[in-house]
Every structure is written in structure tokens, then in C-alpha cells.
């Protein structure tokens, strides 16, 4: 038996055929080009690092949108 890889983001498990990059999740996420913190596993990943994270089976993302007001 296959174990899937699996990812947790904001809380929630995802589970994958095989494990996206970051800049691919930001996308299934319709977070390209907007602003937003991305931590991993604790840890803040500056947006000029986003596309060298290697992503591994059990991290753990949180990924905050900035929002505007007035």
C-alpha cells in the first residue's frame, strides 16, 4: 500500500498524487500576486525564497491574506 503524501495547510490535511511546489499551491489557491505570509512549520518564508522551498510529506503551511480596510 501507497502512502499519499500529505500536506497540512491552515489546518486542514491535504492529500496528493505527488506533492506540489509552493508557488503551485499559492496558485490552487487563487493567492498568486496578492499579498500574503507564507510560514512553514513555524517558520516565515520570505516571498524571495518562495520558489526554492522544498516541500516535503507533513509540513505544515499557514498562509495569511493581507486585507485592506479604511
Not at 33 to 47: H, K
Request: hydrophobic share 40%; no cysteine.
Amino acid at each position: 500500500m501507497q502512502v499519499m503524501p500529505t500536506l497540512s495547510i491552515n489546518g486542514t490535511v491535504h492529500h496528493y498524487d505527488s506533492l506540489p511546489s509552493l508557488p503551485q499551491i499559492l496558485e490552487f489557491q487563487g493567492l498568486t500576486g496578492r499579498r500574503i505570509a507564507v510560514e512553514l512549520n513555524g517558520e516565515i518564508v520570505p516571498r524571495s525564497r518562495q520558489d526554492e522551498v522544498q516541500l516535503v510529506s507533513g509540513d505544515r503551511l499557514e498562509i495569511v491574506v493581507a486585507v485592506g480596510g479604511g
